[in-house]
Nanobody
Framework: QVQLEESGRGLVQAGSSLRLSCTAS????????MAWFRQAFGKEREFVTA??????????GDSVKDRCTTSRVNAGATVSVFLEIVNSKPDDTAVYYC?????????????????WGPGMQVTVIP
């Protein structure tokens, strides 16, 4: 089992950077890919970004690909993954979820992830 917890600022001024962190603990192995998804009120869950164990493979959702970067630090029994969206917009307002799964190739759909964090509300104010 993998435990995930998101953290970061819940209120962001439009135009500034939105930064989130996720800490994974538990059954950590060298086959865990991690991802970020988000869900705005009344909308479906949306893929944001995914990263492989080594960090050598990353994917980005169409709505953020020009503004988003992801990275990770693997430190033994703990893994941290980071999300940054620059030039944030009110449309970036959503609950952001960290996800993980035992797969070498990161998935870009929610069905590809078994483990999820509780989610964190991020509001981008104009």
């Amino acid at each position: 089992q993998v435990q995930l917890e998101e953290s970061g600022r819940g209120l962001v001024q439009a135009g500034s950077s939105l930064r989130l962190s996720c800490t994974a603990s538990g059954r950590i192995s060298e086959s865990i890919s991690m991802a970020w998804f988000r869900q705005a009120f009344g909308k479906e869950r949306e893929f944001v970004t995914a990263i492989s164990w080594s960090g050598g493979t990353t994917y980005y959702g169409d709505s953020v690909k020009d503004r988003c970067t992801t990275s990770r630090v693997n430190a033994g029994a703990t893994v941290s993954v980071f999300l940054e969206i620059v030039n944030s917009k009110p449309d970036d307002t959503a609950v952001y979820y960290c996800a993980a799964d035992y797969r070498s190739e990161p998935a870009t759909t929610a069905e590809g992830y078994e483990h999820w964090g509780p989610g964190m509300q991020v509001t981008v104010i104009p």
